[in-house]
């Protein structure tokens, strides 16, 4: 059975950083393209990062550019993000998404729906 599971959030300062995680399983990870999203309550899920399944194409929203740093390593089926500066407004649950594409499709930051596999999330706090 095919799954994802984020691991590494925490609650942090303001400025601080933060390393997540999403470890697939049961899934060919390097003929997906990954991303992260976040949620807070009340809100549409909102795209953060993507990269290619090759690892060679990273995307980001506008917001985290120049913060956050998305990767993977294909040969143990894991994903990262790497934040930096956080920020209070970025508290959120982050999820991490299998997108059936070897490219991130251009609509991947507003289309939750061309994820086929999520995690459960792990929760970013930030306190100022």
């Known amino acids: 059975q095919a799954q994802v599971a984020e691991s590494g959030g925490d609650s942090v300062q303001a400025g601080g950083s933060l390393r997540l995680s999403c470890l697939a399983s049961g899934l060919a990870f390097g003929d997906y393209a990954m991303a992260w999203y976040r949620q807070t309550p009340g809100k549409e899920r909102e795209g953060v990062s993507c990269?290619?399944?090759?690892?060679?194409?990273?995307d980001y929203t506008d917001s985290v550019k120049g913060r956050f740093t998305i990767s993977r390593d294909n040969a143990v089926n894991t994903l990262y993000l790497q934040m930096n500066s956080l920020k209070p407004e970025e508290t959120a649950m982050y999820y991490c998404?299998?997108?059936?594409?070897?490219?991130?499709?251009?609509?991947?930051?507003?289309?939750?729906?061309?994820?086929?596999?999520w995690g459960q999330g792990t929760r970013v706090t930030v306190s100022s």
């Open positions: 998404a299998a997108i059936p594409s070897t490219v991130c499709p251009g609509s991947w930051s507003l289309n939750i729906g061309r994820a086929k596999y």
């Open positions: 990269i290619s399944s090759s690892g060679r194409l990273p």
